[in-house]
């Protein structure tokens, strides 16, 4: 900081006439400031060092071709010639926003929705919207089967002698568990009236708040949230762009990504060196801009080369680089075409992609030239740095590793079904959940966490997680555990 | 750092009026130099590297008001005009110090504790005293529950045929585990004598040594050890600010604060981001100086906004921020009224905060009014980046969240004491330890590890770590677990 | 980077007669960029900025002494005076190369080995090939105990009724397994001819491609790989030095060193500080350009204090400040002579540098005098930040730890054992796999996983990776989840 301040006041002595590059500010935006400098003084120091702070439409609109961080052909002409400020988007689409509420001579809403950003960013708000992420809450929601799985995570278990009661969990304490990345259901439930420093205010009252993931369902009845990855106030692209943005949901070992990259030669180069990375640069170069991919350069950015030739067009539609589900229940499958999966229905009549021995529920999933057509796409950001043999043996891999995930699921679930079989844990045949009792949870495990790890692994290129932390000892064991129950409970051996 | 001696040799230029800035270096710290330099050459250069070096307590006591970085109203004369270096600590107070010892014609000691350090900063070792931290040794040694479940982690466990013996484990093992965060006794147990590069010398032979957990033992009896966060030889504040430095002690499975910021927001803006951030301003602005809260913002540190007005302060002492003890025993609880937790007897005559049953030992507990201040010191906190509705609706999940691991380790707590009832485990009240057998070990997981996942991705805002990874799902399971060793082992089904 | 240019800029204009400091490109060099720049862009773009395209050998030469960063006295006469670009390292060797084809008039391999990196660095070369890593593929392939624990672990299982199966892993399975950081047999297996951007084209046809392993077997039959740690294409010293570079292949619970080392405060330091030194100087300077020790300060680098005297010498046979084998099958030992470690027998005839029982494989391994002059040469690294009674303290704990985590693998390994005897599990003298069934998988894990947690907490002074996270607590547990198993399937109780 010392050293900028310092090479700024020597670039400002050697130049004298240098202009300052500061954008101005909306009137609104300036009464919004008068008081939320002193009420909320963080968000609005982040704000200022945000490029919305520095750089009015008008100016971005200037930055044409791949350089473009803008993609309206025409952002709303009132808000062209000022900065990007809180009235610019707390007040936008006043008429579509049921959480709008009248403050201090404005029309405000709390929850920004994409249709906000939209103003200045359609293109990136419409793909978002085919983005399986945007679904992230119906998806859940929707699909009895996972519900019944979130009950047994969350549900509240009371030991009565030998029984166990399970009580659902209270809103409050879903709201800090899966939906917390899925998404809310943000609803205005009436209205709340409060002393604050600036006198009397009332103000709309929410339900489902906070909360930032990724398929939230906002009060104008949008879906999504921006702020999941670029972050409020700062809406920095670099904060979206590092793949510590993407750990927020994606660390756990139902989706261990970024503890594979942890341990990924891309990671190591990301963590020593991202330091000295633009990681602001539009279109963003490999090898220049930066020296080993994020999340986001694989899966959204938009990559060119030196002489500004496309490697691959920024999506945030991200299933458009992903041909395979890794994470799919059960089973690994092709990606589905909706990215609404609640409507998926197996062979089984179950809402899940694949059947339990894996038949895939083909008619809604993408066929073999969507598959090729969307590996292709990934596959020339790798040919960025690497050879076409290292590309195409590292594809290789991620088939056999899926193909051998899958397998060691099959044996778990054939386990698991003896058990249900031979009457000793009580499965949906019984009338009961597949996800309540011991056995059933270990059968959970092999695919819900271990067959992840090593799946993930291979596809993210940090096998170290997929061997022994996660993956493929865990699945190993696991087997063993439960034919080892198995043989105990009947009595065997 | 090219950069850094660029720019310096650049301004120099501009400026050539310009007037060094280094402090004069006391003569019984240049005769230590003298010697050091090269005896423990990367002490001395960190050493020279630290703004002890940089400044003299008197240049420090210009900066008055909220930007002081001492506390002291009158530092001891004798150590104002010069650089803090090795003799102002390792020589101060040595009447004080059983560790004291002649070496070169100076009184000298090894261990510096807070006492030494409280000669420019008394305010903030006066609070840390107040801290739960500086009891870290005193609340683990004298609590015999805790005693007994760290022999049932630290023991050497024999196998003789069916039976297993456990020995204690030795001091050097020891000093490896518990004892290394919550801190030795250092004591002086003789003179050692050694040929050195410099001639024979003759040292204070210390036991308990090396160590720096924060609730050390010190020879001048003194607790604490101010270089667990501050870190020998730079006394770095950026160091203690950032979130790295507390994940020394705080995450593992029992205590896992850096785990869960791993998975936050707030963390992920630290991490992509903080290589911006000023890490050494005082006072410090949310959203100018840090775009995200690291564990210091929340719990330690003086925050102000850009006007000056100051939004939290400092405190050493960081229970004031701290309403609800979420690692306590078995059951979340109100904050213990005094740091020496080892005092506290519940109903049932136990060195604990509450009953088995989660019933409070209210008299040892901060009341409600208290309970309202603190929350309402750390809401403050939380409101210089987020709405009002914001910030009280996530409080309102960390209470539920808390209730609901609460009855998650009840159900846990309910198994076992069957477990004991039926013979199947030898109890307290069968002579037994309550944390050796198996069945008891599930049992000591589900409070001392799975519940604190819960209730601390909540508390902290990185819920991801409370669903899968650490919290729901093992608590989930681990009930069904210990059910299913109870049927198995009763051999009913 | 803004600043960076800022600051050049500034220094150019003041300085006009500063010299450009590039080095010329070899014509042949040249000839790869025409094509590349377009066709591998991210590649030639790292390489720009690395020293290699930078430097000329013959000015890295005139960096002398301590300094120097190329350890040949005499590089290739033609390689010289030109940039180390894509021909140097490519065509280098092309006799001994059974990979070499040609390309567009060149003699170019693509996997370039440590015999090709050894004309400009033939010290470190000849270093590496004494380190266990250069053997970390001969070392497992080569040892059939360790092979069937492999294929217990990558093996795809099949459930048929009560039986399991298990058939051996597709070889694109091992690959991203135990093969990725042990590396592979790079082979040519054919040619390959493919259509390209600039026309059709031959190549090698490589089998066990790609591998970045530290023990990957060349085409040219050479063991390693320099890019396991320097990283493929800008060989930043900077990466190797950090502690990310190791986590690739050293985080995993068989081996938790960066998992130690994020809980340590060795970490802590580098972590919150590292963006602020000099990971590139030589020597480096303790306190000075690092402030803590990454994973290379105490096991690879030249160190010297400011005076330039010498603390460490560089060594790229790690074993050499090494004396004690902490991951050593079953128990602790003295570290190997040879680093083939596939040669050593144990009494009982098994490959293991310790019997079952902890009797070590003297023969085998380096004597006290060897061990003794190991670990002074750490100490030495050490007490560059640390005083004589911290260093043996800690180092004593090493031991002690040792020793205990021994006793509770012992412990683990009588409870197999009974297992074995009593014809709950079979055993190598029952003539099954001492790694299959669900107890000798509790039994593998205490000793491949829990044990080395406690051991590595220790020796790289993270203790409380080592107390429930792994190391004690999963010691502590396991062996009554042993006894309790023995208990169920005997009946007893």
């Known amino acids: 900081m010392t050293r900028k301040i310092a090479a700024i006041f020597l670039l400002l002595a050697l130049l004298p006439g240098a202009a300052a590059l500061a954008a101005p500010l909306s009137d609104d935006s300036q009464a919004c400031l008068d008081c939320h400098a002193q009420a909320t003084p963080g968000i609005v120091a982040a704000w200022q060092a945000s490029r919305h702070a520095q750089t009015t439409p008008a100016q971005a609109m200037k930055l044409g071709g791949l350089a473009a961080k803008l993609s309206a052909s025409a952002p709303p002409p009132e808000a062209l010639a000022t900065s990007v400020g809180c009235a610019e988007c707390h007040t936008a689409n006043a008429d579509s926003h049921p959480d709008s509420f009248e403050h201090q001579g404005f029309q405000v ?125 700062r809406f920095s692209m670099a904060v979206a762009r590092s793949a510590y943005s993407c750990a927020e949901c994606h660390k756990g070992p139902d989706v261990p990504a970024f503890k594979v990259y942890e341990v990924s030669r891309h990671g190591a180069l990301f963590f020593a060196q991202h330091k000295d990375w633009d990681m602001n640069k539009t279109p963003w170069e490999p090898g220049k801009d930066f020296s080993a991919p994020t999340c986001a350069v694989c899966h959204v950015s938009l990559l060119a080369d030196g002489e500004g030739n496309v490697i691959a067009q920024r999506s945030h539609a991200m299933n458009e680089r992903i041909w395979l589900r890794l994470l799919g229940l059960i089973q690994s499958h092709p990606h589905p075409k909706s990215p609404q999966t609640s409507l998926i229905r197996n062979a089984d009549g179950q809402p899940l992609a694949t059947t339990l021995d894996g038949r895939p529920a083909t008619a809604f999933l993408i066929d073999q030239a969507e598959q090729d057509k969307r590996r292709q796409t990934m596959r020339r950001v790798c040919l960025a740095c690497h050879g076409q043999q290292w590309v195409d043996g590292q594809l290789a ?25 031979d009457g000793l844990a009580q499965g949906p045949a019984q009338g009961g959940s597949p996800f309540d009792e011991y056995i059933e949870r270990l059968w959970v495990e092999q695919w819900l966490m271990h067959a992840n790890g090593a799946r993930f692994a291979a596809a993210m290129m940090g096998p170290d997680l997929g061997v022994f932390e996660s993956g493929r000892w865990p699945m190993a064991k696991n087997i063993r555990q439960m034919q080892d129950w198995l043989i105990q409970r009947k009595g065997e051996k």
């Open 109 to 233: 809403h709390a929850v920004v929705s994409p249709a906000d950003c939209a103003r200045c960013h359609p293109v990136e708000s419409r793909q978002f919207q085919q983005n399986l992420m945007a679904h992230a809450r119906g998806n859940l929601v929707d699909n009895p089967l996972y519900m019944d799985l979130a009950a047994q995570v969350n549900g509240v278990q009371q030991v009565d002698g030998a029984a166990i009661a399970v009580t659902p969990a209270e809103p409050n304490d879903e709201a800090e568990s899966c939906i917390y990345c899925h998404g809310s259901a943000v609803r205005v439930v009436g209205q709340i009236t409060r002393q604050t420093d600036f006198g009397e205010m009332t103000f709309a009252k929410l339900d489902g708040w906070p909360n930032h993931g990724v398929g939230r369902l906002n009060p104008d009845g949008v879906k999504g949230s921006c702020a999941a990855c670029h972050s409020r106030h």
């Open 397 to 421: 891999r991620i088939d056999a590793v899926s193909q051998s995930a899958d397998a060691m699921v099959l044996a778990a679930s054939k386990l698991v079904r003896r058990a249900w079989q």
